[in-house]
């Protein structure tokens, strides 16, 4: 249900979650202090509560009060690339529920670059939860209809901003205080990259030291599947110019029905019967055009007839650093890899 602005305000008001354009993806928002509408974004989502949520601001007043100890880092990464598609986690001040952050230290913070996302901010006046606006473990949307689609049933309120810019997720950076020294890590990779990061502390005299952690504890909401599309879609390495989609078809057919109907808590999307009708997903050779459509394409070639989605992934050119955000998803959202 597509409502207007002043509706989601006095929805989201009165403890009603509702979806929101931001310029990555949709957002499925309620409150952060209203913790009945918060525990609604988790069970309309179907998701778990380990997963924390990130918190919206529309100003680095409000983003400060939501936080222990906001650095001269996070200065000066917020003045660089806020508004825009980079989420800062940071030791949360008691202002944030651990509802929010799954019982973490850390809260996710980030100003969406969207006007409307931060008009309703700011109507609303506290900062707004907001995990995509998609089933656990689905496809992210990236327009107010993949939404619509999306909680037929929930008859979620959803305000249309238009097709999302980016098109994925935000840049997750971790910034941890330790012995007195400023430490970061990429939790999920998204268009700001840990170059320009580095880069922006660089130019006010910071150091930029960088760790890698896969640690279920900082990380929670990582799984090797995520962003299903509703039919199987796997990934080919063959480096075939043309694919023979129907040899494709009768070659994952007989593995993807063996494998499990859910890993670490993701439905694993699996084959009724045999594929007759398989498609290729194209996408732009410019990575940012890529990223934008990546999603939406998934939906569309998903809803018609079409009973499988190939891939055809050329290492030359997806290896490249500039396809690394799009490439994660891509694999995590494919049931299946097809090495050659
Ligand atoms: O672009 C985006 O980030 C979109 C738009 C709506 O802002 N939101 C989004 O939220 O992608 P979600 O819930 O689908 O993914 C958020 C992920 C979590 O799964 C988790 O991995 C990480 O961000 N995250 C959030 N809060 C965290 C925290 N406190 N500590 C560590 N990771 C966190
Ligand atoms: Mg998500």
């Known amino acids: 249900m597509i409502v207007p602005l002043k509706v989601a ?4 008001k009165s403890g009603e979650v509702v979806a929101i354009p931001t310029e990555t993806v ?3 928002a309620a409150p952060i202090n209203n913790l009945d509408a918060i525990k609604k974004i988790f069970s309309t989502k179907e998701r778990p509560f380990f997963d924390p949520l990130i918190v919206h601001v529309s100003d680095i007043t409000q983003a400060k009060s939501l936080v222990k100890n906001w650095l001269p880092q996070c200065q000066v990464l917020a003045e660089a690339f806020w508004p825009g598609p980079l989420t800062l986690v940071i030791s949360k001040s008691t202002a944030v529920s651990d509802l929010i952050t799954s019982g973490l230290e850390g809260v996710g913070l980030r100003m969406p670059n969207h006007p409307i996302a931060l008009q309703i901010i700011n109507e609303v006046g506290v900062p707004l939860a907001a995990p995509s606006a998609n089933k656990f473990g689905k496809t992210s949307p990236t327009m107010a209809i993949h939404v619509e689609n999306e909680f037929k049933n929930e008859a979620v309120a959803v305000v249309d901003g238009g097709p999302c810019q980016v098109g994925i997720e935000s840049t ?10 400023v430490k970061f890590a990429v939790l999920r990779k998204g268009a ?28 929670p909401g990582h799984m090797k599947h995520h962003y299903m599309p509703a039919v199987p879609f796997v990934i080919s390495k063959s480096e075939d110019k043309v694919l023979d989609l129907h040899r494709i078809g009768q070659e994952v057919f007989s593995e993807l029905s063996r494998m499990p109907d859910e890993i670490e808590g993701i439905k694993i999307v699996k ?6 009708a398989p498609q290729e997903l194209k996408l732009s050779l410019d990575p940012a055009l890529a990223a934008r459509s990546f999603y939406a394409q998934l939906r569309e070639i998903a809803q018609g007839d079409t009973d499988l989605i190939v891939f055809n992934y050329h290492e030359s ?17 494919a049931s299946l890899v097809l090495e050659n």
């Open 9 to 12: 305000v006095e929805k989201l």
């Open 271 to 276: 084959p009724e019967q045999s594929f007759n």
């Open 26 to 28: 949709y957002g499925l």
């Open 317 to 333: 050119l997806h290896s490249q650093p500039a396809w690394e955000a799009l490439m994660e998803r891509m694999f995590k959202a």
């Open 192 to 219: 700001i990259t840990a170059e320009q990061i580095s880069a922006a502390l660089a130019q006010q005299g910071l150091p930029a030291l960088f760790f890698e952690t896969t640690d279920k504890k900082v990380s």
């Open 172 to 181: 997750v950076l971790l910034v941890q205080q330790e012995n007195g020294e």
